[in-house]
């Protein structure tokens, strides 16, 4: 049984920052990306970041400058650095395993909110 467990979110003032972080357990093959999504009430779900296992990083046009996305793949884990948040940065962030298999995994999901 494959579970991802967030962890990081939680209140903050505009300019701050925080850092979540996101790990697998149990067994998964052959993790072909890791990434980072959100959805704020009222809008659908978009997203924010994703890292491939080669490393190749693509980031939403709303986080550039702000947001950066790591990985260990040893560990499993996938990690979102936040700064200079600001209050539309307000949301439920979820992570989101890739395989080659096409098979998506996903975390519970972990509340931010940016305080102005």
């Known amino acids: 049984q494959v579970q991802l467990v967030e962890s990081g979110g939680g209140l903050v003032q505009a300019g701050g920052s925080l850092r979540l972080s996101c790990a697998a357990s149990g067994t998964i093959f052959s993790i072909n990306a890791m990434g980072w999504y959100r959805q704020a009430p009222g809008k659908q779900r978009e997203l924010v970041a994703i890292?491939?296992?080669?490393?190749?990083?693509n980031n939403a046009d709303s986080v550039k400058g702000r947001f950066t996305i790591s990985r260990d793949n040893a560990k499993k884990t996938v990690y979102l650095q936040m700064n200079s948040l600001k209050p539309d940065d307000t949301a439920v962030y979820y992570c989101?395993?890739?395989?080659?298999?096409?098979?998506?995994?996903w975390g519970q999901g972990t509340q931010v909110t940016v305080s102005s």
């Open positions: 989101n395993f890739n395989t080659a298999g096409a098979r998506a995994y």
């Open positions: 890292i491939t296992v080669s490393g190749y990083i």
